[in-house]
T-cell receptor, first 113, second 113 residues
Framework: GDSVTQKQGQVTLSEDDFLFINCTYS??????LFWYVQYPGQGPQLLLK?????NKGISRGFEATYDKGTTSFHLQKASVQESDSAVYFC????????????FGLGTTLQVQP | EAAVTQSPRNKVAVTGGKVTLSCNQT?????MYWYRQDTGHGLRLIHY???????EKGDIPDGYKASRPSQENFSLILELATPSQTSVYFC????????????FGPGTRLTVL
């Protein structure tokens, strides 16, 4: 079945550092991919969406792209701030089944001032 | 503002007791989902619904029931709560078609003693 792998469990950066988080996916259909962000005590919030139609999403300074050749998708930001500290999840839509989201395990980003 | 709300936000229950978690959405979405979030497992789908009167089993439905009495409301029911059901539960709403985006509530932290 469809799956997502997010290997980076924790990333620690300093303010103004470059952020790059990677996920790999497996699906038999055209992928619809999301990045969600979760702040402490809150539910996941939709950050970005990437599909084969747009290939790239940009929001709040974050950019998401995907690479069909390596079946991977990435989240990056040129200059992180302390307020970006959160857990970032990649997710793949199980289009052929329930429309459910298949989540990666999440990457905890800690940005030090 | 369209939103997904959950109640209660925190719940302590005893083993063998009945627990009902409630979710309300004002997004006018057809689909609603219940996930649980546990360290090391990420977010996993318990039950979902395509509309009022429908409930479907997700990936980990054992020990849970769901009820969708209206477009806006979706409940998760633990008839006989067990300590293994201690977790954070999230409700989400979304629609299929071109978006597949899901919007999450703030979560309910359930502790079963």
């Amino acid at each position: 079945g469809d799956s997502v792998t997010q290997k980076q469990g924790q990333v620690t950066l300093s303010e103004d550092d470059f952020l790059f988080i990677n996920c790999t996916y497996s699906t038999t259909t055209y992928p619809t991919l999301f990045w969600y962000v979760q702040y402490p005590g809150q539910g996941p919030q939709l950050l970005l969406k990437v599909t084969t139609a747009n290939n790239k999403g940009i929001s709040r300074g974050f950019e998401a792209t995907y690479d069909k050749g390596t079946t991977s998708f990435h989240l990056q930001k040129a200059s992180v701030q302390e307020s970006d500290s959160a857990v970032y999840f990649c997710a793949l839509v199980d289009v052929g089944n329930t429309g459910k989201l298949i989540f990666g395990l999440g990457t905890t980003l800690q940005v030090q001032p | 503002e369209a939103a997904v709300t959950q109640s209660p936000r925190n719940k302590v229950a005893v083993t063998g007791g009945k627990v009902t978690l409630s979710c309300n959405q004002t997004n006018n979405h057809n689909n609603m989902y219940w996930y649980r979030q546990d360290t090391g497992h990420g977010l996993r789908l318990i039950h979902y619904s395509y509309g009022a009167g429908s409930t479907e089993k997700g990936d980990i439905p054992d020990g849970y029931k769901a009820s969708r009495p209206s477009q806006e409301n979706f409940s998760l029911i633990l008839e006989l709560a067990t300590p293994s059901q201690t977790s954070v539960y999230f409700c989400a709403s979304g629609d299929w078609g071109s978006s597949y985006e899901q919007y999450f509530g703030p979560g309910t932290r359930l502790t079963v003693l």
